[in-house]
């Protein structure tokens, strides 16, 4: 590994843990195993560093959804790998994760959100898709769908407006992707999900 990725990688590991604002360049150079002035030769700033790594996570996840896409068999089993990917993320990553983005980087914060649209219609085409393969309604419209559902996301953003504090952020996320999924999906689309929940969800730690 090249030691750009693994000051990345690192900072991505850290931020994911304590947020942003607790990481500092000494935090990252130590568990890198360099000093401070190799870390600032590659990253001038925190600011630069930040930036970098919110970039460096999404070419990291669309790497893993193509992977997903061109291995699943159908719509509905792609989406449930996405959902397994983005539900490991949540569950390992600190609330105050974008939190932090949001308040401190907010130039970093809107960069993240322009590729929103981007999203809704990727989001848009898949559910298209499983509309031909017989898994969603077919009256669905899926830039509707794909659009309240991404809404519905940004909610996570905002966990200290939730109400019920004995519920997890990987149980909102839960709630909020299978309950959508559920609400778009033909009775041979519930068949896949129910299974997956089968399979992956029950009886296991969240």
């Known amino acids: 590994m090249e030691l750009r990725e693994k000051i990345l990688r690192t900072s991505l590991d850290l931020m994911m843990r304590i947020g942003p604002q607790s990481v500092t360049m000494d935090m990252v150079a130590r568990d890198c195993g360099i000093s401070k002035r190799t870390l600032y030769e590659t990253f001038p700033n925190k600011h630069n560093l930040i930036s970098d790594v919110i970039k460096y996570n999404q070419e990291q996840s669309n790497a893993k959804f193509t992977q997903i896409f061109e291995q699943a068999s159908n719509s509905f089993e792609a989406l449930m790998g996405v959902y397994t990917v983005a539900r490991e993320f949540i569950r390992k990553t600190s609330p105050v994760f974008l939190a932090d983005i949001k308040r401190l980087y907010p130039e970093v914060f809107d960069e993240y959100k322009a590729q929103e649209v981007d999203h809704i219609l990727s989001l848009a085409k898949i559910i298209r898709q499983a509309k ?8 669905i419209k899926c830039k509707i769908a794909a659009f309240i559902f ?29 309950n959508f999924m559920r609400g778009i999906a033909t009775t041979k689309g519930q068949e896949i999900i129910e299974n997956y929940v089968i399979e992956n969800l029950l009886n296991k730690d969240n």
Do not use: C, R, V
Not at 132 to 139: H, I, R, T, V, Y
Not at 152 to 163: I, Y
């Open 150 to 178: 991404t809404n519905n996301m940004k909610n996570l953003h905002h966990m200290q407006d939730f109400p019920f504090p004995e519920y997890s952020a990987t149980e909102i996320f839960d709630g909020a992707f299978l």
């Open 132 to 139: 031909d393969e017989g898994l969603a309604l077919p009256g």
